[in-house]
DNA sequence: CTTATTGTAACAATGTTTGTTACAATTGGT
DNA sequence: ACCAATTGTAACAAACATTGTTACAATAAG
């Protein structure tokens, strides 16, 4: 199953912050408009982001505004915001049969294995970031 | 969102056939005892497994069998079986605002970025033999 | 030919995602 | 103090994938 598109959504959303003039708010309706989808969809991930540190909402006249450098916050950074309630990338099957050799213990052995997959995964994520993917946006692809 | 536990499943398969006695075969109804699940399920992902040429499976008497040396199947080979129908790990928002300088251009910038990170995953998994998952089926913990 | 087994369709239950409407709560500006 | 814009959140629907289940035709070993 592929990750949800609330990442690149959330990617997306930080970048339109990062591009905004210093001290500009942006408001969940006009990045509704760049992502072309529902304010709702926005406001939820806004919720997620600032619930992680890396933005600040303001009800009333405005919306959001960065709370990070974008030189160090990561898409790592991101990705865990985003998908906070659920660490394991991998889901392992929850009841082998304990009788049985390999139903005894393949999770931990599989478990140990994958985390060491997602690791990977992550370190490559950390390994952008939003300062980055805003260059990328601005340099055309030539 | 995670990936599913076909995936941890199929790793479970392939490991107890790759435990078995050369020459025997085991039938979905064993599998699915070690496992945990319905017959069915296991027959399913018998079906990937064998499309990708892992496994030989045959009706009648008997069921499936190891195609491939246990030293040379890597996870990513399992991966890649099971999860043909999404080769992209990650989902991008679709129709993004093209009015837009981030709208433009921002699924370029992530599509390559997040590329790397799956691919960062997939040398992991390939780093992983199945011989190296019976290895640790069979050592205790200590 | 018999019998065990696979392959597959069909269906239900569950859960997640995405989009939507609606509205109370908040707060900046006047 | 009030107004108006905006957020926060609940509630719901549609779509989709996953997992488990029953049922049964197709297959092939002995």
Known sequence: MQISSRFSVAVHVLTLLAAAVPGELLTSDR?????NTNP???RRILGQLKQAGLV???AAAGGTYLRRDPATLTLLDVYRAVEAAEPQ????????????LVGRTIQAVLDSTLQRAQTA????LAAT???QVLAGVREPVS
């Open 121 to 124: 995964l992550e370190q490559e």
């Open 56 to 58: 600040e909402v303001r």
């Open 129 to 131: 970031t939003l300062a």
């Open 31 to 35: 990045m509704a408009g760049s992502v």
């Open 89 to 100: 990338l991998f889901s392992i099957h929850e009841h082998p049969n304990p009788h049985c």
């Open 40 to 42: 709702v969809v926005i």
